[in-house]
Every structure is written in C-alpha cells, then in structure tokens.
C-alpha cells in the first residue's frame, strides 16, 4: 500500500494549477510547467519500469477502494479549480499574459484529471461511475465522448474508419480537425442507431446525444448567471484547451499503428501492438497509467491499477509528455516516428 502511494503525486497537476491562479504573473500557467516542463526534462533521467503485477494479486488489487477514491477526488478537485478560476479572471486586473496562461493552466487539468479520469470512469459498469465520467465530461464541453470513445473508438481503433486513429503522414493540426468533427458525428451516428435497435425513437428523450447537449447549455447558462456573462467564452476556452490535449494524446497513442483486414473483411482482432506505450513513471502516475495504452484496448474492463506492459507493444522513444510536445512540430515528428511506423508495419507483414 505504502508502494501505491505514488499515485498522490497526481495531484501536484491540480495544485500546480491552483498556485498559477493564485500566485498570477508568470505564475499563471502553473499545470504547463509541472505537464510540459518538469516531467519531459525528469523523464529523461529517470528509470522507467516494465514490471508487471502478480496475475495472483490483480483481483484484490482491482477491489482495493483506494485507487477509485484518487479517481473520485479529482470531481470536486477540478470544479473548484474552475469556479477559483472564473472568480479571478471576474475579478478583473489581470494582464493579457494572464488571462491566457490561467485559461492554458486550467484548461489542460480539463483534459487531465476531466477527460482522462471521466476515460477511465467510463468503462466501468456501475451507473454512478459512468454519472461521474459524465460529469466530468462536462467540464469539456465533450460528453459525446462517452459513446463514440467505448462504441466507437474500441471497436475501430487502429483502422482507416476510427477518427481518432491518426493516419502515418497526418500532421497533428489536420488531425484535430477530422477527430474532433468526425468523433462528434460518429456520436450521433452510434447513439441513432443504437436506439433503432432497441426500436426507439431517435429524435425522443431516450437520446443521450440530445440530452448532452441540453445539459452543456445549461453549463454554460449557469456558468454565465453565477460568475456574469463574460466568462461563457472563458468556459469554452478553457474546455477547447481540454479538448486539444485529449486529441493530441490520441494523436500519440495510435500514430500510424493499423489492424490488417482480413479476407472476410473484418479486421483482425485488436492487439497490444496497435497502441504506442510507455512505460516512464512520471507520465503513468500523473495520466493514471493512460501510457500503458496496449493493455487498455486490449481489455477495456481492467482498472488503471493494474494494467500491463507487452513486450510486443510498441514503445514511444520518449514519454507521453515530450511526444506530445515533439507532435506539435510536424517535420521532427515524422522524422522521429515515420521509421518506428515502418518497422512495426514491416514487422506485421514478416
């Protein structure tokens, strides 16, 4: 247990965050100096670890509470740090550096302790943890999430027909374009025809789509009746922040990995070589064990806490962090990825 206290260093992102509000100035990007600073230039020097747990252990492991109460806590964590957020920019006196550092600094805990825990609440069975992954949700304008990440993303990952499946050769910025409006139709599309099955009404109150974006309005209303009308386009600055950061992980996680299809035409089922990994520690703990992404597809179910490493998956050079900052730099993005692409292509077809 003591071991597993690790995990409470996760939480250094939101009071990051909440020192930048606080602190303002140069301060003000907090979380971008602990996400994109400190851990890129630590991971470098660092071990990384590839140690498994005990197969024997992994039930009790995933019945240990301590690890959902640390995904828990980042529900109140977060809206504090949105609302502590609204109230200083409300309050005036702030510089343009500011205000866009503060919208930076909250806007990637969105897309850290919000849509990446609400990724790992989603898969869960129970109705109150999937109510949670929603809620988070929430925060980034981005609920449909919840349907085209487990109905769609899981199912067509690494293929041609996954938007959220970066092609070999797509750049980053042309990929945020077609994964953000095409996972957003493919919602609609899922959830339409999930209904039909169920012979329901698509155009009803049984449609979650609609509902999502009833419900993201009210968000926005309330954020605008609470804290004045002039923080609606602080609340979608801070969501579209989120919003990137979780596309640019998608971007890293999948780059150029493809499923072959099979000559019945079906593609081959998902394997722990269709997601790029990473096994430095600092990244694990911070996103959750996001970077042990092979074992994630492989089987959906398994608990962040106990995720593996696949000797077989392919392993990014660098971690989550660093990767995410190269990918936004084309040019050294494809020189660094477009040969580890090739030889994995390679070794499928051996």
Request: charged share 15%; proline share 4%; hydrophobic share 45%.
């Amino acid at each position: 247990m003591l071991r597993d206290a690790k995990y409470l260093l996760a939480y250094i992102a939101p009071l990051s965050a909440f020192l930048g509000i606080y602190y303002g100035g140069i301060w003000s990007l907090g979380a971008i100096y602990v996400a994109f600073g400190i851990i890129p230039l630590l991971e470098l020097v660092l071990p990384y670890s590839k140690e498994n747990h005990k197969p024997e252990g992994e039930d009790s492991r995933t019945k240990m509470l301590f690890f959902d109460i640390l995904l828990y806590l980042n529900i109140p964590i977060l809206y504090i740090l949105i609302g502590y957020y609204f109230t200083t920019i409300q309050g005036g006196g702030l510089t343009s550096f500011e205000r866009v550092g503060m919208t930076l600094n909250v806007g990637v805990l969105i897309g850290t302790i919000g849509i990446n825990v609400a990724h790992e609440l989603g898969h869960r069975t129970t109705k109150y943890e999937q109510f949670m992954s929603k809620l988070l949700l929430l925060s980034a304008l981005y609920m449909h999430f919840f349907i085209e990440h487990n109905r769609g993303h899981h199912k067509n990952v690494a293929t041609d027909e996954d938007p959220a499946s970066a092609k070999s050769g797509e750049s980053i910025y042309a990929f945020w374009f077609r994964s953000v409006t095409q996972s957003y139709l493919s919602a609609w599309k899922l959830e339409a025809q999930l209904l039909k099955r169920k012979g329901k009404q698509v155009l009803s109150t049984d449609n979650q789509m609609i509902w999502f974006q009833i419900v993201q309005l009210i968000y926005l209303l309330t954020v605008g009746a609470i804290f004045g009308w002039a923080m609606i386009p602080y609340a979608i600055g801070i969501a579209l922040v989120g919003i990137l950061l979780l596309e640019t992980v998608n971007y890293i996680e999948h780059y150029g990995l493809r499923r072959k299809k099979l000559p019945s035409g079906r593609y081959e089922n998902v394997l722990p070589i269709h997601s790029w990994n990473s096994n430095h520690e600092l990244g694990r703990i911070f996103l959750y064990e996001l970077t042990r992404h092979s074992d994630h597809h492989y089987k959906a179910t398994r608990k962040y806490q106990i995720l593996r490493h696949f000797e077989e998956s392919p392993q990014l050079p660098l971690g989550y962090p660093a990767s995410m900052l190269l990918s936004l730099i084309p040019p050294l993005w494809f020189a660094y990825m477009n040969k580890k692409v090739a030889h994995f292509q390679n070794m499928q077809m051996a």
